[in-house]
Structure formats: structure tokens, C-alpha cells
Antibody
Framework: QVQLKESGPGLVAPSQSLSITCTVSGFSLTGYGVNWVRQPPGKGLEWLGMIWGDGTTDYNSALKSRLSISKDNSKSQVFLKMNTLQTDDTARYYC??????????????WGQGTTLTVSS | DIVLTQSPASLAVSLGQRATISCRASESVDNFGISFMNWFQQKPGQPPKLLIYAASNQGSGVPARFSGSGSGTDFSLNIHPMEEDDTAMYFCQQSKEVPYTFGGGTKLEIK
């Protein structure tokens, strides 16, 4: 069955960089895109960016200068890298698979998320 | 960016009654005759769960009491009859253009 699982460092100091891995199973990364979404404690959802099956990427323009999304199809892994972290980057970070319906896209499977705390 | 405004921010509904949540987009999210609007349910400590995609299509395994409607800029999520398990946060989300955006959320409780 389709599964996604995020893994990350948990705690990062301000101004440092972050790398989170999403490991997927039950589908191929060449056939589906994967998004990254984050949720600060007690707040709403923010879309960060995605990587499509062909490897092209889209980013939230508000964060684009600090974000990088890549993947390793052979390892079924997608990577989120963010630099110059600040305390307001503290959030739960989710990866989610994209499926399609007549050109519209939707996030049909989500990982459980990984919590990132930015603190000294 | 397309801004999604959900209302109400919180809602209390009696068991067996109807819950209606609205989502208004700052511009049309229709394209090629399809509305690029999705709805999610999120319970505490869990990731969002897809309920409705393309405005009115139920996600896999979603109970029939959840339905979506609307087009253009105005959309609704209806839950009827309300059950205890439906207590959660609900979010709308548009996928017409990047950046994909979410509504601010509606907290649904039992009255």
C-alpha cells in the first residue's frame, strides 16, 4: 500500500540549515509528484513546494530563496532542504503524494510528519 | 497568490444535523470545466486526510455523508448527518496555480 514517511533532525539552531527526507513505498516517484507542506503549532497549513515525476520543481515564492527539493528515484526518497532557519520555521513538516483528476491535482496520501524545532 | 477564506472559523452542530463549511477564493479556481478545489479533514496529532477533490468528488474510503459543491470562487463542504467522529479541523485548498494555498481552517465540534 502507499506510504510516506518523513525523517528529520528534530532540533536545529537558528541560522542553520535543515534537511528532511521523505521515504515512499507503494508507488514510483517517476509516476507521481510529491509535495511538502508544513504546519506551525496550533496553526494552519502552508504549502512549501513540490517535485514532479519528471523531476521539475515548483516552490512557494515566499520561501523559494531558502528552499530546495530534490529526489532519488532509485531509493524512493524525496529531500527538502531549507537554509537560514528562523524560529518561525518551527513546524510539523509533511510530505504528500499528488494524484490527478482531469488536470486538477490533489494530495491523496500524507506522511505522519516530522516535527522541527528551531531553537538555540 | 489565490487567497482562500473559510467561514465560519468554528462551528458546533448537533449529532444527526447538517454542518456546512464555506470557502471563498479571491479569484476563480476553475479551469477546463473543472474546479481545482479540495477539502481535507485533520484530527489532533494526525496529518490531513483528503475528503473531496475537484470540488465534488469523494476521496477513497470517504463516507457518503461528506459532500462538496460549488464552482468559480464559492465552495461548500457539507456533512450530514453529523457524527461524533466528525469532530475535527477542516481545510479547503486550491490547486489551480502555484503556490497552492489553504484556507485558514474551520473547527467543527458537537453541540
Amino acid at each position: 500500500q502507499v506510504q510516506l514517511k518523513e525523517s528529520g533532525p528534530g532540533l536545529v539552531a537558528p541560522s542553520q540549515s535543515l534537511s528532511i527526507t521523505c521515504t515512499v513505498s507503494g508507488f514510483s516517484l517517476t509516476g507521481y509528484g510529491v509535495n511538502w507542506v508544513r504546519q506551525p503549532p496550533g496553526k494552519g497549513l502552508e504549502w512549501l513546494g513540490m517535485i514532479w515525476g519528471d523531476g521539475t520543481t515548483d516552490y512557494n515564492s515566499a520561501l523559494k530563496s531558502r528552499l530546495s527539493i530534490s529526489k532519488d528515484n532509485s531509493k524512493s526518497q524525496v529531500f527538502l532542504k531549507m537554509n537560514t532557519l528562523q524560529t518561525d520555521d518551527t513546524a510539523r513538516y509533511y510530505c504528500a503524494r499528488v494524484d490527478y483528476y482531469y488536470g486538477s491535482s490533489f494530495f491523496d496520501y500524507w506522511g505522519q510528519g516530522t516535527t522541527l524545532t528551531v531553537s538555540s | 497568490d489565490i487567497v482562500l477564506t473559510q467561514s465560519p472559523a468554528s462551528l458546533a452542530v448537533s449529532l444527526g444535523q447538517r454542518a456546512t463549511i464555506s470557502c471563498r477564493a479571491s479569484e476563480s479556481v476553475d479551469n477546463f470545466g473543472i474546479s481545482f478545489m479540495n477539502w481535507f479533514q485533520q484530527k489532533p496529532g494526525q496529518p490531513p486526510k483528503l475528503l473531496i477533490y475537484a470540488a465534488s468528488n469523494q476521496g477513497s474510503g470517504v463516507p457518503a455523508r461528506f459532500s462538496g459543491s460549488g464552482s468559480g470562487t464559492d465552495f461548500s463542504l457539507n456533512i450530514h448527518p453529523m457524527e461524533e467522529d466528525d469532530t475535527a479541523m477542516y481545510f479547503c485548498q486550491q490547486s489551480k496555480e502555484v503556490p497552492y494555498t489553504f484556507g485558514g481552517g474551520t473547527k467543527l465540534e458537537i453541540k
